[in-house]
């Protein structure tokens, strides 16, 4: 407990920790809306940051001794137990050690409109320096931060990729932003390392990384988590080759965001289409079916437009067949 404790305390003292932990509290709590304890502690976030610890240790208390049992809360896609009765993890008490361990896994992560993401199992002072980096600079001011999307487009040599609505899209983005923002410094300080064994040792990014996408739309929606492993094997497959070439974005980003078709016609279809084949990627696993109707729908953009064809398709191919 300690220990998970000492993380969560570690993060709070941080500005921007603090700012990001508070923003995901209130969007993980905002079921609360009738008048009780749950909804007058939750309040009292919203009106003093500084009261975030104190409203932490008060819904632990109140999921492990008062309810003793998960909740949507905890993690967005459970179930009440009365609702789900047969589902066996609701037949699981919750300890205040899982409590501290979920509520820091969700905490700590990146606000994104009504969604939440982060990186597990990584350098927790590399993430924090990546965190204040992305984080918009009006986190402290506005009730609901984003991310920062002009640098996630930079890139992509600035195409627009569908991440409202679509978690997986997001997490995809966000680790080609990784890759591309570390190359970068590299080149600005000429320190370093230019090599991708290197850049997952510093980050220390391994197999046992693992992305965590959150998504709770407005009331009503339904709630998604996403769960993605072994980044360090997907970043060494698809990105090896960026760090050893003079590209200043990544080829198989250029190649990804260059399958999505913006035309109004087609947007929608793409966009839930990219969702499910980004989403088989990340578990290491390429949807020809899915790959091909991308290609058919860009076609008929391209032929419509005469304009947006497909990128880097070579180098994507070439990773497969290798």
Known sequence: MD????KLENLLRKPTGK???RVNFLLLTRQFTQLGEPRKTRELVQQDPDKLLDALTWFINYFVKDKKEYSSS???????????????????SPTVDDMLNLWYALLSGLPHRDMIINLLNVDEDTLEEFRG????????????????????????????????????VLAFSVLNYIAYR???????????FLDISKFLEHWQIGDKSTMLVVHIPPRGGKSDVRIYSRLGLFLNKWYSDFFQSEDRCPSFGLFVS????????????????LEKFLHHLL??????????????????????????????????FSKILA
């Open 283 to 316: 578990d290491g696993y390429v949807s020809g079916e899915l790959l091909n109707k991308l290609v058919m729908i860009k076609t008929e953009a391209f032929i419509k437009e005469k304009r947006g064809g497909i990128s880097r398709a070579k180098s994507f």
């Open 258 to 273: 260059s399958l999505y078709t913006f035309h109004k016609d087609y947007r929608d279809l793409s966009a839930s289409l």
């Open 133 to 168: 980096k992305l984080a918009s600079q009006d986190l402290f001011l506005r009730a609901k931060p984003e991310l920062k999307e002009d640098d996630i487009r930079s890139s992509f040599d600035n195409r627009v990729l569908p991440t409202w609505g679509h978690p997986t």
């Open 19 to 21: 700012a990001c932990a």
């Open 74 to 92: 905890i993690w967005p896609t459970l179930l009440k137990f009365s609702e789900a009765s047969n589902f066996k993890i609701h037949k699981l």
């Open 182 to 192: 570390a190359k970068q410094e590299v080149r600005e300080t000429k320190e370093g």
């Open 3 to 6: 220990n998970a404790l000492t």
